[in-house]
């Protein structure tokens, strides 16, 4: 069985910084892509972060100069630092996961998601 818990989230206010983690668990042979997305109030679950196998990064528009997302390969962990908040960053952001857990079964992953509330 495989599990997934994210951490970080909380007020910040606009400029400020925030940091996020994605820790997968359990019987995992190997991870593929790990993800974050965010769903802001009456809005559309929007991807906004990739880290592929092979150190591959992409962000989407909306995002990209002022997050950063890093990988832990042996600690099968992601990370998403956020940098230079805006109050349209607020939303509930979701981890997720892809791979082949050690019975070679795909396994596609959702953390609880943490909220995160830009605001002065």
């Known amino acids: 069985q495989v599990q997934l818990v994210e951490s970080g989230g909380g007020l910040v206010q606009p400029g400020g910084s925030l940091s996020l983690s994605c820790a997968v668990s359990?019987?995992?042979?190997?991870?593929?892509?790990m993800r974050w997305f965010r769903q802001a109030p009456g809005k559309e679950r929007e991807l906004i972060a990739v880290?592929?196998?092979?150190?591959?990064?992409e962000y989407a528009d909306s995002v990209k100069g002022r997050f950063t997302i890093s990988r832990d390969n042996a600690m099968n962990t992601v990370y998403l630092q956020m940098d230079n908040l805006k109050p349209e960053d607020t939303a509930d952001y979701y981890c997720?996961?892809?791979?082949?857990?050690?019975?070679?079964?795909?396994?596609?992953?959702w953390g609880q998601g943490t909220q995160v509330t830009v605001s002065s």
């Open positions: 997720n996961a892809v791979g082949y857990d050690i019975r070679y079964q795909v396994f596609d992953i």
């Open positions: 359990g019987s995992i042979l190997m991870i593929n892509g």
């Open positions: 880290s592929s196998s092979g150190d591959s990064m």
